[in-house]
T-cell receptor, first 114, second 111 residues
């Protein structure tokens, strides 16, 4: 199993550009989520999905859209990039089990918005 | 509230034991998790406590006291490779799939 994969690894955007960060998992997990990580801020939840066709907002959703058409894929769209969206983005998936909310993270996408 | 508090930095000597504390607000608490993240890497799951007490996984243990709204991660026989950031995290809602993370504790292991 590849686990959780993310593309691209690095991206530079200009203010106002749009782009899609890709995330895929091959563990048949129901739950997927997107986090952003900024220095000194920990990880903050952007959007999450509890299954195909179901998404909801997390703590910092503004400026981002998501969709979940399949169990495997959960892309994150930046509608009009702003310098404040410079960050490292992590996708994660999780399944319910005896150990509660064990989340498996992808390797991350490092985004710089100029 | 959902916030968690943990120290920003800890330094410990190779071979020693270190404890990283985490306090949280009690509202809607579902369990406490711990994640490790090396510089430039992704967070990886270490441990989870839903009930009071100690969970042991090799050199790592995690403890939870729900009455004190407090938990800690204990790392024994420290190795240089344990230098990393450690995050406590709590469930945000029913089913505990959504996580709120603390800001992380950067552990530096010195010879």
């Amino acid at each position: 199993n590849a686990g959780v994969t993310q593309t691209p690894k690095f991206q530079v955007l200009k203010t106002g550009q749009s782009m899609t960060l890709q995330c895929a998992q091959d563990m048949n997990h129901e739950y997927m989520s997107w986090y952003r990580q900024d220095p000194g801020m920990g990880l903050r939840l952007i959007h999450y999905s509890v299954g195909a066709g179901i998404t909801d907002q997390g703590e910092v959703p503004n400026g981002y859209n998501v969709s979940r058409s399949t169990t495997e894929d959960f892309p994150l769209r930046l509608l009009s990039a702003a310098p404040s969206q410079t960050s490292v983005y992590f996708c994660a998936s999780s399944s319910q089990g005896a150990r509660g909310e064990t989340q498996y993270f992808g390797p991350g996408t490092r985004l710089l918005v100029l | 509230g959902q916030s968690l508090e943990q120290p920003s930095e800890v330094t410990a000597v190779e071979g020693a034991i270190v404890q990283i504390n985490c306090t949280y607000q009690t509202s809607g608490f579902y369990g406490l998790s711990w994640y490790q993240q090396h510089d430039g890497g992704a967070p990886t799951f270490l441990s989870y406590n839903a009930l009071d007490g100690l969970e042991e996984t090799g050199r790592f243990s995690s403890f939870l006291s729900r009455s004190d709204s407090y938990g800690y991660l204990l790392l024994q026989e420290l190795q240089m490779k344990d230098s990393a950031s450690y995050f406590c995290a709590r469930g945000r809602g029913a089913g505990s799939y959504q996580l709120t993370f603390g800001k992380g504790t950067k552990l530096s292991v010195i010879p």
